[in-house]
């Protein structure tokens, strides 16, 4: 009775005039016979083409994870965590940042054990978020239902691809093939970063001379010295392959949402940096080197192999840390085959110019002398390694909320580091292992006017400024100390510059960054709009829904729709995805879900706007008149700004008509 209830209230929702309702994921159950007492309970999810399902472990500030439960739990217990299949780890046009979510189908398993021979049903919930490459519908939660019979249940095989489908595939690809791309040449750059260094240059003419005296012709020579190479590559791209056989693609996944992994993250390129500065030098046992070089003596294949293992050993202290780096970077991306890439390009990189030298040996004549120089290279890697290692450090504080990294904070800290990377170049600043400085280059002077630019660039980000060249990196705007621009105080506070609120209402708050008045309660901001005889703006949002961010930036900071919002209108932002709990008592018996009791904030404002607006996709906006009847047509995700404008004209304009 209560399916067709729900059927009932799902049908009436669609027949509105600008329904909006989209259901693209459809769920079934399974149950599959281990041992007596053992099963798997298998769920799998349809998605529509063009939607998305995200995974299990997503990134900070991304979106909602899929989220299983199950009951009753005193007859059964669950072995190990629910497992997934493999999916893909893309560039997320609507957050974008890397994230792991599945197309077209999804299949996920939790193993039990029984504890009762009496269990034939076992119930489940799942709460999950889907997307297209526009717009997330509201977390939603689906029961699930298994009924242990004792026999063996299928999921049915893949449907055949549809021509969306195989798009939708190739779009998917595409964008792995695009991170991974990106990775390969970062560490493709760093490789001949590496190879600048003290430990990797000088060693170009020697091995080079060594192949070419000790072979019987040129030809003899070069062969040797593309071995040499190719053996490099091998050595670095087998390190790749260890690191994803011992992390796995799960837990690739999920280190840039694990606390730990991101603090001894930021750990280790804390050491690796004030290694490349010259505090101390990172290096493997002797006694390796010793055995590698007497390997390297047989000659032959396998001689030369020994021999590149032991440049990759001695020159350890200069590439070991810019290694650790690609590979904490890759690894933290989420691609099983993150690392392996980036050692390919890493490698490739350090074994090309010895092929080179090799096949030219008169271009070693055109090498710069080593110098003072190469060790200027090591620490301005130092540097970069030192500012990235606070990335990581952020990351563990925002998934904490601590509050300890924010991010005047974050940006003071790469101020400074970038600020003394400055005054090195300039020869104001000498470490260790610097050579006496008389005077600086011109590529060393115009390399630190290029930091320098940058370092200045970056201290309006203190007051606000949104620093978009770097803002993949730093907190975002609001997770700050003073999001409303330092030097700027909320309304009614000493100082505090006026608008035409006055002081703050009760419920009410200054939206950051551009001090909008809003209320979170729609009881409570509706008494107000009364009072001051304004119009309401009901804004349908999420904390995870990036096109709310983008509308918030990009069209509601525009000169001409600013004053408005913050003048003409009285603002109530209802939080779709808000996971507070309602407070004791005052549950709500979902309408959508007979039988079942909303249990968060974000559940009443996600069921209220699909009941009421017949939608729930966000952004959602509506302009109402104090009886809560609709001044317009709601509007959606609208990135022009001039015609947002005329929708809100519009709408304040037929409510002034009223009074």
Excluded at 63 to 79: A, G, K, R
Excluded at 141 to 157: K, M, Q
Excluded at 560 to 584: C, E, F
Aim: hydrophobic residues 45%; proline residues 5%.
């Amino acid at each position: 009775m209560r399916k067709i209830i729900s059927f009932l209230s799902l049908l009436l929702l669609f027949s509105g005039s600008y329904a909006q309702i989209h259901d693209p994921v459809k769920w079934t159950t399974a149950v599959e016979k281990i041992t007596d007492t053992e099963y798997d309970l298998i769920v799998k999810a349809s998605i529509e083409a063009n939607w998305h399902l995200y995974s299990q472990s997503v990134p900070q500030d991304g979106p909602i994870p899929t989220t299983f439960t199950f009951e009753p739990t005193d007859q059964f217990e669950l072995v190990d965590n629910v497992t997934e299949e493999t999916g893909h780890t893309v560039h997320d046009p609507v957050f974008d940042m890397e994230i792991k979510y599945f197309e077209n189908e999804a299949i996920f398993k939790q193993r039990i054990k029984l504890k009762t021979e009496n269990t034939l049903k076992i119930s489940g919930e799942v709460e999950f978020m889907v997307c297209d490459d526009t717009s997330c519908l509201p977390p939603t939660f689906v029961d699930l239902e298994f009924n242990i019979s004792g026999e063996t249940a299928a999921i049915e095989s893949p449907k055949t691809a549809t021509k969306e489908t195989v798009t939708a595939v190739k779009k998917q690809d595409e964008s792995t093939n695009k991170s991974l791309l990106t990775i390969f040449i970062i560490a493709f750059f760093s490789g001949f970063a590496a190879l600048l260094t003290p430990c990797v240059f000088p060693m170009i003419p020697m091995t080079v001379s060594f192949f070419t005296k000790q072979s019987k012709s040129k030809a003899k020579g070069v062969k040797n010295a593309i071995i040499y190479g190719v053996s490099i590559v091998i050595i670095y791209v087998l390190l790749g392959i260890f690191v994803s056989a011992v992390f796995g693609a799960d837990a690739l996944n999920a280190l840039s949402t694990n606390v730990w992994f991101n603090v001894i993250f930021f750990l280790l390129l804390l050491v690796f940096a004030v290694s490349f500065l010259g505090a101390f030098e990172i290096t493997l046992p002797s006694s390796w080197g010793t055995k590698v070089d007497a390997q390297a003596d047989r000659g032959g294949i396998i001689g030369i192999f020994f021999m590149a293992l032991a440049l990759a050993i001695v020159s350890f202290s200069c590439t070991g840390p810019i290694v650790g780096t690609l590979l904490v970077e890759a690894a933290a991306g989420g691609s099983q085959v993150g690392p392996i890439v980036g050692m390919l390009g890493f490698s490739l990189a350090l074994a090309i110019p010895f092929a080179l030298f090799a096949a030219f040996p008169g271009w070693l004549n055109s090498l710069p002398k080593s110098g003072g120089w190469l060790n200027t290279v090591k620490v301005v890697l130092g540097f970069l390694e030192l500012a990235l290692a606070f990335k990581f450090l952020s990351n563990a504080d925002l998934v904490l909320q601590l509050h300890w990294l924010e991010r005047e904070v974050f940006i003071a800290i790469w101020i400074a580091v970038f600020g003394a990377l400055a005054f090195y170049l300039f020869g104001k600043i000498q470490l260790p292992h610097d050579s006496p400085l008389t005077h600086i280059s011109v590529g060393r002077l115009s390399l630190g006017l290029v930091v320098l630019t940058f370092t200045i660039y970056m201290i309006p980000g203190l007051w606000g400024a949104p620093l978009n060249l770097i803002s993949a990196f730093p907190p975002a705007q609001h997770y700050s100390e003073s999001p409303y621009g330092v030097g700027f105080k909320k309304l009614g506070e000493a100082g505090a510059s006026t608008s035409s609120h006055g002081d703050l209402p009760e419920g009410a708050h200054l939206m950051a960054p551009h001090n909008i008045l809003a209320f979170n309660d729609y009881d409570l901001g509706l008494a107000y709009a009364k009072k001051v005889k304004k119009p309401v703006m009901l804004d349908f949002t999420g904390h995870a829904c990036v096109n709310c961010r983008k509308m918030e930036q990009n069209v509601w900071a525009k000169d001409h729709v600013l004053p408005i919002l913050k003048n003409d209108i009285i603002l109530i932002s209802l939080y779709v995805d808000d996971k507070r709990p309602l407070p004791k008592g005052m549950e709500i018996e979902s309408k959508l879900r007979p039988g079942k009791k909303l249990k968060y904030i974000g559940q009443r404002w996600s069921e209220f706007q699909t009941i009421k607006y017949k939608a729930n996709a966000q952004p959602f906006y509506v302009l109402m008149d104090h009886n809560e009847e609709n001044l317009i047509d709601p509007a959606g995700y609208t990135p022009d700004a001039d015609e947002y404008h005329d929708w809100l004209k519009e709408g304040i304009s037929k409510f002034n008509n009223k009074q």
